[in-house]
């Protein structure tokens, strides 16, 4: 059974910073990528990011890109997204998800966290 938590989240002014952490239990981290999600009101799940099994490959949206950094630590089972030059437009919650292999897709993903709610102020 997988289970994700995520923790990071808060209230940040425009141009500020926030980190982000996803952690794993259940078996066999390291068989899965992992991928970010936001969710702002009304509007549908986005993808933000994700890493492959090794992290040796990472992909973004085109919005965050240059802003914001993924990394997994395998040993520790945890997921990291570090978040900078923070914007109002990055107002969501975040969750944290696990899936087979990288993907944009969140269908693509079977395991989700709860998500932590990022606010940034302008």
């Known amino acids: 059974q997988v289970h994700l938590v995520e923790s990071g989240g808060g209230l940040v002014q425009a141009g500020g910073s926030l980190r982000l952490s996803c952690a794993f239990s259940?078996?066999?981290?390291?068989?899965?990528?992992m991928g970010w999600f936001r969710q702002a009101p009304g509007k549908e799940r986005e993808f933000v990011s994700c890493i492959s099994w090794n992290g040796g490959d990472a992909y973004y949206h085109d919005s965050v890109k240059g802003r914001f950094t993924i990394s997994r630590d395998n040993a520790r089972n945890m997921v990291y997204l570090q978040m900078n030059t923070l914007k109002p437009e990055d107002t969501a919650v975040y969750y944290c998800?696990?899936?087979?292999?990288?993907?944009?897709?969140?269908?693509?993903?079977?395991?989700w966290g709860q998500g932590t709610q990022v606010t940034v102020s302008s």
């Open positions: 259940g078996r066999a981290f390291d068989a899965y990528a």
């Open positions: 998800a696990a899936t087979g292999s990288v993907s944009r897709t969140p269908s693509d993903y079977r395991h």
